[in-house]
Every structure is written in C-alpha cells, then in structure tokens.
C-alpha cells in the first residue's frame, strides 16, 4: 500500500488528543499539512480556544462538495492494560497496527489525508464536477459537542454540501441508520441518620434503586414488546443504567446518590416518551420520600443528546457508496455518529470508514492494513467518480 497512510497515521495517533486535552496540536499539523497542498483551512473554535474544528474545500469555490468527515478526539486509556504505547502506531508483523484511535478514527483522516495530492491535482487539472471537503470536528466522543459549531460554520460560509461521508470504522460497509443516543443524570437526596435508626433517615441509594429498577423494566418492555427495525444489530430501544455511587459508611444511612442512564432508541421512536416515565416514577418516589424529610428531590438533567439517523434514499451520496461499494443499501447500527447532526442539519450522509467498530475504545485497539488499503483505494474511487468524464 501507499506508505504515506501509515506515516500519516503515525503522526495523527502521537497527538494525545484523549477528550479531556486539546487537540490543537493535530489540528494545526493537519493544517500545514494541507497548506503544503495549496488548501486553506477554516477553523472553529470552542468557547475556551483550547479546541478547535477544521474545513477545507478542494476544487472551485462555486462547486458543491462531498463532504470527508471525522473526529480527532479519542477516549481515555485509563485502566486499560496495553501491550504496546497506546500514543505510538505499532505494527506487530500481524497485519495490524495497534494504537488508541488507529480505528475509531484516525485511520480514516490518515487515508483521507494521504490522498490530498491525487484531489488537488484533479482539481488543478479542472476535472472536479464536485468538490471535495475535509471536516475534523473535536469532541465527538463525549456527546458530539464540537459537530455543532463546524455545520454553523459550513452554513456561515455559504458552503453547498451535497453530502457527508463520516468515515467511522465500519469495515468499508456502508451504514445508512443508527439509533439516537442521550445520557441522563439523576441525583437524589434523602436524609442521613445513623443506621440503628432508619427510620428517621431516608435512603437515598435504596431510592435510587427503585428508580433503576423502573428504567430496567421499560428496558425489558421493550426488549420483549417493543417496536422492532429489522435493519439494526440490536432491533429495539434500550435503556441501561452505566454508572451509580452514594454513601459514606455502612452505618450511616446515606443521604446522597447519583446515578448515571442512558437511552438509545430507533428513529421511528422518541427518548421523550421513557423520560417522561422515569420522571413520573420519581415523582412517585419522591412524595413517599418527603413523608419524612420534606428537604429530599430527585433532580433528573440531560447531559448528552445525539439524535437518531436515517440516510435519504436516492441521494447522491448514498448513490456514490451503493456504486463504489458494489452493494445497495446498508446496514444500521446501535452506536452514534456526527451523521445525524449533520442529517438534521439537511446533509445527507452515509457512515463508512475503515476498521471495526468491535476494536474501538478496546485496550490494544487497531486497525488493519488491509483495510486502510481498502479505504484509501474507495477513495481513489470517489475522486474518480466526481470528475467529469
């Protein structure tokens, strides 16, 4: 294969761009990179500065593009036991190069970037019908915060998008639908006594484990009963609690709890209508729990929302894929994407990119050669296909 996606790649994992850091370093590499091109890069940033998005357009500025997407933020490797450095792309001899973020989604940038020569010769040469776009968000993997501020400046700058191509790893199969994705926060408050006298205190985890229990029970409604999608790997909404603490001591009755939930529901379905049941059931809860401490709440917050996606039928940009991929349709998925920010937005879209999606956020998660060979050759393809002929 094209030696440079490997060298790119390398480059792109050594920035330790975890979502909790910066990820300006990659930002501005990428940056000169594309300047050493001839392509100019429009950034955007975060409220702080620390963070920023990048576009660039390949091709004449009346063109409308087919829009490269990903993003540039990984999760941690807190706790994760790997076998190589997780900031240095190691290949083993096995076919594979292993580091955080070579699947999800460094690898994809890496190809795209790799191919920046060939698309800015086809548009020197005047052969683009299209253009080509570049889009690098920040913050993706902790509810999509930074997709928000790159479509307002798409749409500032009067960019025509005739379509997205958001290259999570998907083993160059195309997805054309994902489940939405939102987080809550529930935070309850009862009183403390010590534990010889429950009585007078009031339970603020068992009181959360009521609450737990009514999210598991409309998780197995609709498991059992629930609309189904033939379409998805996991045909129904789920619901699940991922993370819970509260208490000081055992012989204390707790005052606090709190208790983090998640819901992922199909695009025909709404989160709205579970929340609303969850907040009656802590309605509920709450009377019984101010009988004897009238200070106790629940308080319930979203904290993330990503919304559900569904690719038009018959847009060009699933034309491209179907055509370039030799297959029709595609495949929908439980995880979330930026896709469906930018479907909301009026961009169509189909997720495809090199990689399994079962490596990410794994210790000693990679990608294969093969694949980013896959993926830089689809490119290659595409370039093709938005030339005049």
């Not at 919304?307 to 297959?327: D, H, I, K, T």
Request: with cysteine; net charge negative.
């Amino acid at each position: 294969m094209d030696t440079s996606v490997q060298s790119i790649l390398a480059d792109l994992i050594r920035f330790d761009t975890t979502s909790r850091h910066s990820n300006l370093q990659l930002i501005e590499w990428v940056q000169a990179y594309l300047q050493s091109f001839g392509v100019t890069a429009r950034l955007t940033f975060n409220d702080e500065g620390s963070k920023a998005n990048l576009f660039a357009r390949i091709g004449a500025s009346d063109l409308a593009v087919v829009m490269l997407s990903g993003h540039t933020d990984v999760v941690p490797v807190d706790g994760q036991a790997w076998s190589s450095d997780p900031f240095e792309l190691t290949d083993k001899g096995d076919g594979r190069c292993y580091a955080r973020g070579s699947a999800d989604m460094k690898g994809f940038i890496a190809c795209v970037l790799a191919r920046v020569p060939d698309f800015v010769a086809l548009a020197s040469a005047g052969r683009l019908r299209q253009g080509i776009g570049i889009a690098l968000s920040y913050d993706e993997e902790v509810g999509c915060l930074g997709v928000g501020r790159l479509i307002a400046g798409l749409q500032q700058d009067g960019v025509e998008v005739a379509g997205c191509i958001v290259g999570e790893p998907t083993s160059m199969l195309p997805v054309i639908a994902h489940k939405g994705i939102a987080h809550y926060r529930c935070q309850i408050t009862g009183r403390a006594a010590h534990s010889s006298l429950t009585p007078q205190g009031v339970n603020a985890i068992e009181f959360a484990a009521r609450l737990i229990t009514h999210i598991r029970k409309l998780a197995d409604t609709e498991a059992s009963f629930g609309q189904r999608q033939a379409l998805y790997d996991v045909p129904f909404t789920t619901l699940q609690t991922g993370v819970i603490q509260g208490g000081v001591a055992c012989n204390i009755v707790p005052k606090d709890c709190e208790f983090l939930f998640e819901c992922r529901w199909l695009p025909a379905d709404s989160a709205e209508r579970f929340i609303l049941s969850v907040k009656e059931q802590a309605k509920s809860l709450l009377l019984e729990m101010r009988t004897i401490a009238p200070e106790a709440d629940i308080v319930i917050e979203q904290v993330v929302h990503s919304p559900a996606f569904e690719s038009q039928a018959g847009s060009a940009v699933r034309e491209y894929v179907s055509q370039l991929c030799g297959c029709e349709g595609g495949k929908g998925v439980a995880y979330s994407t930026e896709a469906g920010w930018f479907s909301q937005a009026g961009i169509a879209c189909v997720v495809l990119g090199p990689g399994n999606i079962e490596q990410a956020h794994r210790p000693d998660e990679y990608i294969e050669i093969a694949q980013l060979q896959a993926c830089y050759d689809w490119l290659g393809r595409l370039a093709t296909a938005l030339c005049w002929h």
